[in-house]
């Protein structure tokens, strides 16, 4: 049994604050969460003045393995499975080191993710919780086609769902919509699944209890994903061929249906403004502005792993995709919700993390100083819990026998 005590503890839920707080870990597991004190009696205690405590970090949407060039006509990549095995557990360590203790990887080559998902659980890799989407289902040449999940009609769609659940699939990613960084894939505009195609992957994935994200930025993918009902839009750009355009009634729709979103705003949003200019990034800005006014459930997730518009997007740079919400009018606590509970809740494993309470995996980080009151202080990381296991431990005295 050990103690974590800190100045304050934030639990995850809207508004549950405890001020001079602790929390009881045996092993794996949380024990008790309250003020100081009530845990009792622990082999250890690490006291931290000055700091808050929190669930850990989720990341919604990452690519630990993205193939960064792929020859359209051999469809091949240079990089071998191996190598990129090796950079997919480099990518879960930069992850893991900036507080995420769960992540949910919507797309990479074969089944890689799943193999990484094992070691880490396995204590074999250090990185966060994995939720593995494994392939993407695409139509043939469609967005992320070289990652091996394509299918164009209802019993190839059934193929690729049933293999990637076989192989071990935490979810399924669809692609419901083309994208940008695909070339002679279809444009982000333009829709790939209908919503009959689209319900036969849910149907899937319910079979197994699993649920499902979906790629999509043009409205009627959109309009689709809601009519099928999957669990998560991912991106919900509002893109059309003139750019980005908010549709409110579109909005309501999901409002209404209690579909999450995960805009994917990133850290590095500013550079990729910089370089290709201001009016598609400050219009994708007011349409995750308007999505919040429209009462759609958000969750954070950064698209690491992907370069943005040319622009790199690492995955150690998950406090920057937090930043651009508070940018766009979001409160601290709202936004801490979104990266904890709110995430946990969508990824579906909302029963085990995402929040500090009795049962959960002991899921938490340690920072100093206050994120409800100065966002940026997530970045002073002085532990990072995954199943109770420290993964860094920076800053902070050595943790101090119990007294009392």
């Given amino acids: 049994m050990r103690i974590i005590r800190a100045a304050k503890v934030l639990t995850g839920h809207p508004g549950e604050v405890i001020a001079d707080g602790e929390v009881l870990i045996d092993g794996s597991k949380i024990v008790s969460v309250g003020p100081r004190g009530s845990g009792g009696d622990a082999a250890e205690v690490l006291d931290l003045p000055g700091h808050t405590v929190l669930p850990g970090l989720i990341d919604a949407h990452v690519h630990l393995g993205f193939d960064a060039a792929v020859d359209p006509v051999t469809r091949r990549s240079p990089e071998s499975d191996h190598h990129l095995l090796l950079r997919m557990a480099e990518n879960a360590r930069k992850l893991v080191s900036a507080g995420v203790t769960t992540c949910r990887d919507l797309g990479s080559r074969g089944f890689l993710n799943l193999a990484l998902r094992d070691a880490v659980e396995e204590g074999l890799a250090v990185g966060p919780h994995i939720v593995a989407a494994t392939r993407p289902i695409t139509i043939t040449g469609g967005h992320c086609w070289y990652m091996g999940g394509e299918a164009d009609d209802e019993p190839a769609v059934r193929r690729v769902a049933r293999e990637n659940l076989r192989a071990g699939a935490d979810c ?151 930043e651009v919400f508070a940018q766009v009018g979001y409160g601290n606590a709202e936004i801490v919700e979104l990266a904890t509970v709110r995430a946990a809740d969508a990824c579906g494993v909302g029963e085990v993390t995402g929040s500090l309470e009795a049962g959960k995996r002991a899921d938490l980080i340690a920072v100093a100083g206050d994120p409800l009151a100065r966002l940026a202080d997530l970045r002073n990381l002085a532990l990072v819990l995954v199943s109770g296991r420290s993964v860094t431990q920076a800053g902070v005295d050595t943790v101090t026998p119990s007294v009392g």
């Fill in 172 to 322: 399924l990613k669809v692609m419901a919509s083309g994208g940008l960084m695909t070339p002679g894939a279809p444009p982000s505009w333009a829709q790939q699944y209908g919503a009959d195609l689209l319900r036969v992957v849910v149907e899937e994935a319910a079979s197994r209890g699993k649920g499902v994200a979906a790629h999509a930025h043009a409205h009627a993918s959109i309009r689709s994903c809601v009519e099928a009902g999957v669990t998560t839009i991912e991106h919900c750009t509002f893109f059309t061929p003139s750019g980005h355009e908010f549709d409110a009634g579109l909005a309501d729709l999901v409002a209404a249906s209690g579909t999450y979103v995960c805009p994917t705003v990133h850290g590095v949003l500013w550079r990729m403004r910089e370089r290709h200019g201001p009016e598609m990034v400050d219009a994708w800005l007011s349409s995750v502005a308007a999505m919040r006014e429209a009462g759609i459930r958000l969750i954070a997730g950064t698209d690491a792993g992907f370069a943005a518009a040319g622009v790199a997007n690492p995955t150690d740079g998950y406090i920057g995709g937090l």
